[in-house]
């Protein structure tokens, strides 16, 4: 991939966690953090629902040729979210109860499907 369509997909990835965000804070959840990195690992978005706390990948496909948005969150990604969730989680005084959700946009239009409890901390 050459320079220019890394510098497209980035700003597609960026504008596909933006429409992300503010669908899940219009569904009633508190946007805590994005883009929390660690060498081992990204959370999107981490964010509250209630009293659970909510890692949240978010998967944009311009079409499902390679098997949509939802399969591309296979157990390599998994265990980074996973790993850069428990470092989240290192900070905090006491761990909440904790879910990882999975927001899909696939194809042009980009309709968001959210899959709640997407994969467990395994």
């Not at 990604?77 to 989240?88: D, G, L, S």
């Amino acid at each position: 991939m050459n320079a220019p369509s890394r510098v497209r997909a980035r700003l597609r990835g960026e504008a596909a966690e933006e429409l992300a965000a503010r669908f899940l804070a219009a569904q009633g959840l508190a946007i805590l953090a994005r883009n929390y990195r660690t060498r081992l690992g990204e959370v999107d978005i981490v964010a509250r629902e209630g009293a659970v706390l909510v890692f949240l990948e978010v998967r944009l496909r311009s079409w499902a040729a390679w098997g949509g948005a939802a399969a591309s969150v296979d157990a390599r990604k998994q265990r980074r979210i996973v790993a850069a969730a428990r470092h989240y989680l290192s900070r905090l005084r006491a761990e909440p109860p904790c879910r990882f959700d999975v927001l899909t946009l696939d194809g042009p239009a980009g309709s968001p499907a959210w899959i709640r409890g997407a994969f467990e901390a395994a």
